[in-house]
């Protein structure tokens, strides 16, 4: 795996925001409808609730705006538009074409598909077009998984939701944020989680669950390798939000308090790509995160993917 040239043009995040579905179903709701409660799936899940609604491109408008707005740019100034999503409004064309239209971006878009481990894919991506003379990418993670939930099966019912993060990448004339990453996938672990066009999501919870926490902690130890720093030197692990018992046991094994974790899930439930955007700037926007902060994302997912980050956080 690639350690990152010294000399490579840099880049770090200027602005962000986030987006969720629009109604709440809370485990009570869920408990009405088959046969579940809440007690089973606070405890077995972390979650409490979760959003609902709204399309991938609709989340991704509102998240992208406030990304926009923050890093007080004009839209004709992004260069490239990454969305990440595995939930797409039309197989053709790509959603990023929506988004870019809408928020009046004059520049390329396209999607990248890595599952739960989408968010980190398209960053690593975005900073290769910084790298490659862009000055400013917008980023955004989107999912809308309870459009490909079967809301009868109470083995993905409990799990899934919608949701939105988006990033502004800009060129620093410093080296940037980006210490070192790490991008994996294993297609012969496809069947554990997956789903077919016009199907439903289709997961054997165990084997993913199994396969979940080795893959992180393989893939964030590359990373720390990479950037040269130990689990001593993280100051928040923002890890993909599917279950608390797999972040928990995943920063066990990493040697990092979970005291040090950014969580979410007990309001998003997992939102895939967007699960953790929508941790990293829940903890940025609570003061969680100070300037030269090294902050570790670490994500997994269908595929089976696994991806990780760490940046020295920089942003305003
Ligand atoms: O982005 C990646 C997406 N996917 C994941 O990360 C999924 C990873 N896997 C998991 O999170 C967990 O495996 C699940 C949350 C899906 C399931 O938790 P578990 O602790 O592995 O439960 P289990 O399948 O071992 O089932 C334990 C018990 C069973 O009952 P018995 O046989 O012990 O009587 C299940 O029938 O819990 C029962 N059960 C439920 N009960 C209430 C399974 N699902 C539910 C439910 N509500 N939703």
Not at 109 to 119: I, K, P
Not at 157 to 183: C, N, P, Y
Not at 192 to 219: H, N, P, T
Not at 245 to 273: F, H, K, Y
């Amino acid at each position: 795996m690639p350690t990152i040239p010294s000399g490579v043009r840099g880049a770090t995040f200027t602005g962000w925001g986030t987006a969720l579905g629009h109604e709440i179903v809370t485990n009570d709701d869920l408990a009405r409808s088959m046969d579940t409660n809440d007690q089973w799936i606070r405890e077995r899940t972390g979650i409490e609730r979760r959003h609902v609604g709204g399309s991938t491109a609709e989340l991704s408008i509102v998240s992208g705006r406030a990304a926009l707005s923050m890093a007080g740019l004009d839209p004709t100034s992004i260069d490239a538009l990454v969305l990440a999503t595995t939930t797409p409004d039309r197989t053709v064309p790509a959603t990023s074409a929506t988004i870019q239209n809408s928020l009046g971006l004059r520049c390329g878009a396209f999607d990248v598909n890595a599952a739960c481990s989408g968010f980190v894919y398209a960053l690593v991506t975005a900073h290769g077009l910084v790298a490659m003379g862009a000055e400013r990418v917008l980023l955004i993670g989107t999912d809308t998984l309870s459009r490909i939930t079967d809301w009868t099966d109470r083995n993905t019912a409990v799990l899934f939701a919608d949701g939105s993060g988006a990033a502004v990448l800009e060129h620093s004339a410093d080296r940037g944020h980006l210490l070192g990453w790490d991008l994996d996938a294993d297609g012969s672990a496809e069947d554990a989680l997956y789903c077919d066009i016009g199907g439903f999501v289709q997961m054997d919870g165990k084997e993913v669950f199994r396969r979940a926490v080795r893959i992180m902690v393989d893939s964030a130890t590359k990373s720390m390798a990479h950037a040269g720093v130990t689990a001593d030197d993280i100051a928040l692990i923002v890890p993909h939000q599917a279950n608390i018992r797999i972040i928990s046991a995943a920063c066990d094994r990493l040697g990092v308090p979970m005291e040090r974790a950014a969580v979410v899930i007990q309001d998003t439930g997992n939102t895939s790509s967007a699960s953790i955007p929508l941790a990293l700037f829940d903890a940025a926007d609570r003061g969680r995160i100070n300037a030269g902060d090294l902050v570790l994302m670490v994500g997994f997912g269908a595929g089976m993917t696994a991806a990780s980050a760490i940046v020295s956080w920089g942003a305003r």
